[in-house]
Nanobody, 122 residues
């Protein structure tokens, strides 16, 4: 079981990025998938999650209205679109899933991918 986040990079304020979370060794279909981020010196923060049981969860005010989560089961991939990026969005972004397909967004995440760095700077 492995998750790999990618798609990060350096982007100017106001720009957009689409991050990808690809699963290997299992099918993401039916799994809750969450995106988290951790900025330097700060605690990890949940960004958004989607699951069959919970739908799409609310995002914190810091990103509300600027993030969209989606999945492509054929590609075994979940995406995080972030628009109107701000310097405070600079962080390592991680995707995570719970232990199995019968868990939801509010259960403990078991599998974590290596993060992808997003840096927002002019």
């Amino acid at each position: 079981v492995q998750l790999q986040a990618s798609g990060g990079g350096l982007v100017a304020p106001g720009g957009s990025l689409r991050l990808s979370c690809v699963a290997s060794g299992f099918s993401l279909d039916g799994y809750a998938v969450a995106w988290y981020r951790q900025a330097p010196g700060k605690e990890r923060e949940g960004v958004v999650c989607m699951s069959n049981s919970d739908g799409i969860t609310n995002s914190p005010d810091s990103v509300k209205g600027r993030v969209t989560i989606s999945r492509d089961n054929a590609k075994n991939t979940v995406y995080l679109q972030i628009n109107n990026l701000k310097p405070e969005d600079t962080a390592v972004y991680y995707c995570a899933t719970p232990p199995g397909p019968n868990y939801g967004c509010y259960d403990i995440m078991e599998y974590w991918g290596k993060g992808t760095q997003v840096t927002v700077s002019s």
